[in-house]
Nanobody, 126 residues
Framework: QVQLVESGGGLVQAGGSLRLSCAASGRTVNRYDMGWFRQAPGKEREFVAAITITWSGTNTHGADSVKGRFTISRDNAKSTVYLQMNSLKPEDTAVYSC?????????????????WGQGTQVTVSS
């Protein structure tokens, strides 16, 4: 069993930055692939970024809409995954949730993940 708790959301002006954290607990959590997804009111859940385990370390992946602005990283010593969000836009407004899964074959598919946090609200004002 894995428990995920997000933090770091809030209200920010367009062009600003936020760093989201996802603290994980449970057995062997550092072996899990981790992803961030977001959902805006009236819209479907959307892939944001993922960090996956490889033989040599990790790979990071990001949606086209956030590439160059958002960066995902993980600190295994703290069992925490971060999402650094820069140059925020009003269209980034959503509830952001982190997810964990083992050997996630399609990191952009939310159905591939087994565990979810409760989400944190990010609001970007224009």
């Amino acid at each position: 069993q894995v428990q995920l708790v997000e933090s770091g959301g809030g209200l920010v002006q367009a062009g600003g930055s936020l760093r989201l954290s996802c603290a994980a607990s449970g057995r062997t959590v550092n072996r899990y692939d981790m992803g961030w997804f977001r959902q805006a009111p009236g819209k479907e859940r959307e892939f944001v970024a993922a960090i996956t385990i490889t033989w040599s370390g990790t790979n990071t992946h990001g949606a086209d809409s956030v590439k160059g602005r958002f960066t995902i990283s993980r600190d295994n010593a703290k069992s925490t995954v971060y999402l650094q969000m820069n140059s925020l836009k009003p269209e980034d407004t959503a509830v952001y949730s982190c997810a964990a899964g083992l050997y996630v074959s399609d990191y952009s598919d939310y159905a591939r993940y087994d565990y979810w946090g409760q989400g944190t609200q990010v609001t970007v004002s224009s």
